[in-house]
């Protein structure tokens, strides 16, 4: 075990990023920190996530606020406040808010890489969306390095 890795956030406290990053995002492990094994970060559902599946990563959101509506597969589900849901690769998903104010999770994806994802989704700006919410076709030019597919509408 490597005392190099050990890190203690306090309260508010957040991992560096490689660009600014809104407050609906704050980096608690990044992917380095864990050696690629995972990353971490509590993340306020601020847009609802399309459709898409993540071939290499799974994802486990647990909720700390709020209602968070989960697709999955062929079911959707609503998620409290203490509530947790394991979304494996492979396997289609969508995230939705499900209250107001939106809810709020820590968000865990293994391998990492999710933090890296969020960062150059952040860069891309509007180039992500169209009239305001995310656009399965924009994003699927960022989300291919990342091993992730949006559903495209035909």
Known sequence: ???ERFILLSP???RPSRIPIPPAFAIKARTEDTEGRFSL???T???????????????CIFVL???????FDDRTETVPKG?????????PHALRKAST?????????????WECYVEDLIEAGPAATTSGKFDPEKLNRIAAK???TYEEQA
């Open 101 to 113: 104010p939106p809810p709020r999770m820590v968000q865990i994806s293994s391998p990492g890489g």
């Open 65 to 71: 606020d709020g209602l968070l509506e989960v697709e």
């Open 41 to 43: 970060l509590e993340v």
């Open 146 to 148: 990342y091993h992730i």
């Open 45 to 59: 559902l601020a847009r609802d996530i399309p459709r898409h599946v993540h071939h290499e990563a799974d994802e």
């Open 83 to 91: 509530g947790f849901v394991l979304l494996p690769h492979g396997v």
């Open 1 to 3: 075990m490597s005392k």
């Open 12 to 14: 508010g406290e957040v």
